[in-house]
């Protein structure tokens, strides 16, 4: 079947412009999260969806970042203002529930110039 | 404190030998769940094994298999006969329902740094 996907797969913008990064998780998987992977940084924890609520947005890194789901499927992360550091792969991952393993889509290589 | 350490940054191998990459975890939690993931060269992590903290039971996959110790607080993998297409950063990974409160944050991964794995024909 289908595995997590994401949109666009590479995106390049100037420094203070907004983007938006799309995630389709698994169907019928009820749980959806964010992450990033920067070289400094390693895999980080961003936001955690159970169906459109979030109940752990506590990794979220500034203000600048939001997150929302809606029809408890697709996801958009959205950056405003980029800054160079908001440079790295975001990566979203689906599970059927919480607790069970995570499948991982392809990632979106954000590059701020 | 890293809640997850892969102390092997790189590892280098022939291939057809044996390999084992090591996961150390803290936590306080009684009940927690424990991963491993492999990011090959593609970059996709894909999964590989949950473990639930309290099925200490060795599990084996092929040539694939991990040892999971509460004593030592330890989740090693290990691959047997390693092959080219073994090459890949694997990552072991940590997820503690009770740590924030099982509605909020059980879910989250906390992942170790990875250990890079090269096989050399």
């Known amino acids: 079947g289908a595995g997590v996907s994401q949109s666009p797969s590479n995106k390049v913008t100037e420094k203070g412009k907004d983007v938006e990064l799309r995630c389709d998780p698994i169907?019928?998987?009820?749980?959806l999260y964010w992450y990033r992977q920067s070289l400094g940084q390693g895999l980080e924890f961003l936001i955690y969806?159970?169906?459109?609520?979030?109940?752990?947005k506590s990794g979220l890194p500034s203000d600048r970042f939001s997150a929302e789901r809606t029809g408890g499927s697709v996801s958009t992360l959205t950056i405003q203002r980029t800054q160079q550091e908001d440079s790295a792969v975001y990566l979203c991952?689906?599970?059927?529930?919480?607790?069970?393993?995570?499948?991982f889509g392809p990632g979106t290589r954000l590059t701020v110039t | 404190a890293q809640k997850v350490t892969q102390a092997q940054t790189e590892i280098s191998v022939v291939e057809k030998e044996d390999v084992t990459l090591d996961c150390v975890y803290e936590?306080?939690?009684?009940?927690?769940?424990l991963f491993w993931y492999k990011q090959p060269p593609s970059g996709e992590l894909v999964f590989l094994i949950r473990r639930n903290s309290f099925d200490e039971q060795n599990e084996i996959s092929g040539r694939y298999s991990w040892n999971f110790q509460k004593s030592t607080s330890s989740f090693n993998f290990t691959i047997t006969a390693s092959q080219v297409v073994d090459s890949a950063v694997y990552f072991c990974?940590?997820?503690?329902?009770?740590?924030?409160?099982?509605?909020?944050?059980?879910?989250?991964?906390?992942f170790g740094e990875g250990t890079q794995l090269t096989v050399n024909p």
């Open positions: 969806f159970q169906g459109n609520s979030a109940p752990d």
């Open positions: 991952a689906s599970s059927i529930t919480p607790y069970y393993e995570q499948y």
């Open positions: 169907s019928g998987h009820t749980a």
């Open positions: 936590t306080r939690d009684t009940t927690y769940y």
């Open positions: 990974a940590l997820s503690e329902p009770e740590a924030l409160g099982k509605e909020t944050s059980g879910s989250r991964l906390t």
